[in-house]
């Protein structure tokens, strides 16, 4: 009588790991033919971009625009997302172009429209600039994103005279 449990107990787990198996392999097939269909993943935005001008004069203004971008780097023209734009410099300032806040300063917020976003930029001085594009809403996350550059000089810079 014990040996017939143990037929039937043994049947069951080789049932249940059979099974198993073949979730498993169901899982792993589903899992290739996934990564075939959509090879490039996923087609969206993913993050934020910052193109600067990659010849910045002091003295002269520039553009600097803001995109959102997909896991290939190309713009995503569905997204209009509000980002903020900040710049962390001596003299270096901003400005939205499309906001009803048209002064200088060191940080704007925009929305982009079919995923771009465009500020002025006005270098006065030789220096290092840091811009940072960071996302506050809109359909779905954006990966934030710093750039380091630097502003040329425009004209010969006079120095000051020496006190007397």
């Known amino acids: 009588m014990d040996s017939g449990r143990k037929r039937s107990f043994d049947q069951e787990e ?7 198996a073949l979730i498993l392999v169901g899982i792993a097939a589903t899992a290739i033919v996934w990564s075939i269909i959509n090879p490039e993943g996923p087609k969206g935005a993913v993050a934020l971009d910052i193109r600067v001008p ?3 004069l002091s003295g002269a203004q520039e553009e600097i625009l ?8 190309e713009i995503d023209p569905t997204r209009n997302d509000t980002v903020r734009i900040s710049i962390e410099c001596d003299a270096a300032m901003i400005r939205s172009q499309s906001g ?3 002064e200088w300063c060191k940080e704007v917020t925009l929305n982009l429209n079919q995923g771009v976003g465009r ?3 006005l270098a006065p ?4 600039i840091t811009v940072t594009a960071t996302w506050l809403q809109g359909q779905s996350p954006l990966q ?18 020496p006190p007397r």
């Open 14 to 20: 080789v049932a249940r790991a059979i099974l198993a």
């Open 54 to 56: 990659q010849a910045t």
């Open 66 to 73: 803001v995109v959102a971008v997909n896991a290939s780097g």
């Open 100 to 102: 009803l806040n048209r």
């Open 119 to 121: 500020v002025d930029f």
């Open 125 to 128: 001085k030789r220096e290092s």
């Open 144 to 161: 934030s994103n710093t750039v380091i550059f630097y502003s040329s000089r425009f004209r010969p810079e006079t120095p000051e005279p």
